[in-house]
């Protein structure tokens, strides 16, 4: 059974940081691409972050590019989340997901075969 688990949210304020992580099991996790997503009530889910099986490439989007960071660790099947200079903004509820087609467009939510069940994120100003 593949269970993806994140943890590390809470509620902080504005300037503050923190990591996500997200723990797999289940899974070949060295052949699965990895993404975080985020989503706000009412509104679509959004990759914000997302790295390659070797953890050699990564992508960020444009809200988050240059504050967050991903990362992975192979050995202990966790990849993280993190989040610098945190915004109001940022608030949401944070997803991890992986996938393990070798071709396709992972900047789609269909890439991705597995989710974890989020973790809240809460940004005060």
């Known amino acids: 059974q593949v269970q993806l688990v994140e943890s590390g949210g809470g509620l902080v304020q504005a300037g503050d940081s923190l990591r996500l992580s997200c723990a797999a099991s289940g899974l070949t996790f060295t052949a699965s691409t990895v993404g975080w997503f985020r989503q706000v009530p009412g509104k679509e889910r959004m990759l914000i972050a997302r790295i390659t099986r070797s953890g050699g490439s990564t992508y960020y989007g444009d809200s988050v590019k240059g504050r967050f960071t991903i990362s992975r660790d192979n050995a202990k099947n966790t990849v993280y989340l993190q989040m610098n200079s945190l915004k109001p903004e940022d608030t949401a509820v944070y997803y991890c997901?992986?996938?393990?087609?070798?071709?396709?467009?992972?900047?789609?939510?269909?890439?991705?075969?597995?989710w974890g069940q989020g973790t809240q994120v809460t940004v005060s100003s």
């Open positions: 997901a992986a996938g393990q087609r070798y071709f396709g467009d992972y900047s789609r939510q269909g890439m991705y075969d597995y």
